[in-house]
């Protein structure tokens, strides 16, 4: 198993990738994030765990330490889902 660190980015990575291709309205890639819409469609933990080949336990767990600092995280009837992606330039 990789050290925390490098699951945290692996899973922010697959989770910025797929909530950005997840979007139907806009594309955060170009359009400015004050401007993204506040309905995004969330990624579920489980799509992110076959993106990047963990174990959903591991994704979840990461998940919890990248809650509002890279994104905003959701829970729901077992289920957690990155709701929006943190731009880099959000202050902590």
């Known amino acids: ?13 697959a989770a ?3 909530w950005a291709a997840a979007q139907t309205d806009f594309d955060p890639f170009e359009v400015d994030s004050s401007e993204w819409p506040a309905t995004a469609v969330p990624v579920r933990d489980a799509d992110i765990a076959v993106d990047t ?4 336990e591991d994704v979840r767990a990461s998940l919890g330490r990248l809650d509002g600092v890279k994104v905003v995280v959701g829970r729901e009837a077992g289920t957690v889902s ?4 943190l731009p880099e330039d959000t202050p902590l």
Not at 1 to 13: G, K, L, N, S, W
Not at 82 to 85: A, G, H, P
């Open 16 to 18: 910025l990738q797929l």
């Open 1 to 13: 198993m990789p050290a925390d660190d490098t699951v945290d980015d692996m899973v922010a990575e």
């Open 53 to 56: 080949r963990l174990e959903v």
């Open 82 to 85: 990155v709701l929006r992606v």
